[in-house]
């Protein structure tokens, strides 16, 4: 029996091994520091190394992959000082998106947003972090979009890509991931009741604590690495 050989096009092929590429990066698949085999990627993906490329640029262009002179792209490993810049940008681009969504949205934007919160809420239920982690990032975009300010989304856009990863392993605690669902409620009543204040400092709060855990886990994790490096070492 012959394999059927299925033509997609360029664009919607550069799309989707983007998008695989990213969730990878994003749900920890491909490790921070890691180095992109593309022999390996090109057969977990069924592709040829020319869309693994411009996906493997393009993500270098969102800050989730650094490309190394004689190393290839690696997975980018943000450090401390990375990570509180990062956020203390993100809560500004945050709290005036939620300001201006909370005085612009829409009737039709708000009942899409608030189905999309109770997806997400099915999802907490259900513990499956990565559909919850999905509908998040829909829900945050959703709210920015309802901002209608082009330069602001597109800035958004661009400087929460480099917090995508930091975000998702920060709910892989389950209190913290319960206090981030009860965050989530906030900001929809926020929404709804069309108050500014109340949604940008209830997105704030929620960046603020987003920082807080990341930057426990990054120290953790360093902490780890070097002990292993040292038991190493000695054996």
């Known amino acids: 029996m012959t394999a059927e050989i299925l033509s997609i096009p360029r664009a919607a092929l550069h799309n989707q ?16 520091g890691a180095k992109l085999n593309e022999r390996t990627l090109c057969e977990a993906l069924n592709i040829s190394r020319t869309p693994l ?3 493997i640029k393009a993500l270098a262009a969102e800050g ?4 190394l002179p004689n190393r290839g ?3 980018v490993a943000l450090t401390e000082a990375d990570v509180r810049n990062t956020f203390e940008v993100m809560a500004g681009l945050e709290s005036q998106s939620g300001m201006l969504a909370a005085q612009r949205i829409t009737d039709t934007e708000l009942n899409e947003i608030r189905a999309l919160h109770l997806e997400m809420m099915a999802a907490h239920v259900r513990r499956d972090l990565s559909t919850y982690y999905r509908l998040n990032a829909v829900i945050h975009r959703a709210i920015n979009a309802a901002a209608k300010n082009p330069v602001l989304s597109s800035t958004y856009d661009q400087v929460n890509a480099r917090l995508q990863a930091l975000r998702f392993r920060s709910n892989q605690d389950e209190d913290k991931w319960n206090k981030a669902m009860a965050e989530h409620t906030q900001m929809i009543d926020a929404l709804q009741a069309r108050d500014a204040p109340a949604l940008r400092d209830v997105l ?9 855990v990341v930057i426990a886990q990054l120290l953790a994790q360093q902490t780890n ?6 038991q190493t070492r000695k054996a």
């Open 64 to 67: 989730l992959v650094e490309l």
């Open 204 to 212: 704030l709060k929620h960046l603020e604590n987003k920082r807080d």
């Open 17 to 32: 091994v983007t998008h695989r590429l990213r969730q990878m990066l994003v749900e920890n698949q491909i490790a921070p």
């Open 225 to 230: 690495a070097t002990v292993t490096t040292k």
């Open 53 to 55: 490329r411009e996906a």
């Open 73 to 75: 792209a690696v997975a």
